[in-house]
């Protein structure tokens, strides 16, 4: 005669509830486990508390700023930034920075791409870019503006440049944010037997947004 066992309903039902329990333990081990990181994260993002990086426009020469007919411009730039990482304990990477020159809020100029790159704990980078526009479409006024400020002795073009950048503390890498520089070049015009370029008069502090 054999002896038959058999698990009633109230076994199982408890058994069922262990595993549940263990499961809502190791979920909840997990989830404390993933807060902590993130708040040692946060916490190390507060103390360090990152600055905006700081541009200056070094020098500007425009050799070309000519109209091919009252609403096609032809120009050709070249600009130096400095640009300069203020932080002591975090590094930054530029990503798909882009570069172009404005004036009268008229982009002037294509767009020129600049390589990507770090830049270390206090670093100082310089970013030359040389910017061509050919038969770029302007306002009708735009030939009217410009001799004016030429008679006037000061042309002011916009350098803009605009991307994106991660932060870098440790080995950690933040997500990216956009970052939009603008920076005011001071041009004293040539004299008109002169075949020079126009070149920057004042340098400036430019602006950046993160």
Known sequence: MSLLVTTSPKDCSKKGFHLNKLNKKILYSLSS?????????????????????EFYLRDTAVYELSLAS???????IQATVVSKNPNSHVGIYYDRLRTYA??????????????????????????????YGIAMPVAPSFGYHVSRDQTAGRLYLELKLDGKLRWKVGSWVSGSYRIDVDCVAVIV???????GPMSLVQGTHCSTTV
């Open 102 to 131: 404005a004036y009268k809020g008229q982009q002037i100029t294509a767009d020129s791409e600049l390589p990507p790159f770090y830049q270390g704990h206090q670093d100082i980078n310089i970013l030359s870019s040389s910017l």
């Open 33 to 53: 486990l993933l807060v902590s990181i993130l708040s040692v994260v946060f916490l190390i993002w507060l103390v360090l508390h990152p600055t905006k990086p």
């Open 70 to 76: 009252p609403r096609l411009l032809n120009s050709t």
């Open 189 to 195: 015009p040539r004299p008109g037997a002169d075949p």
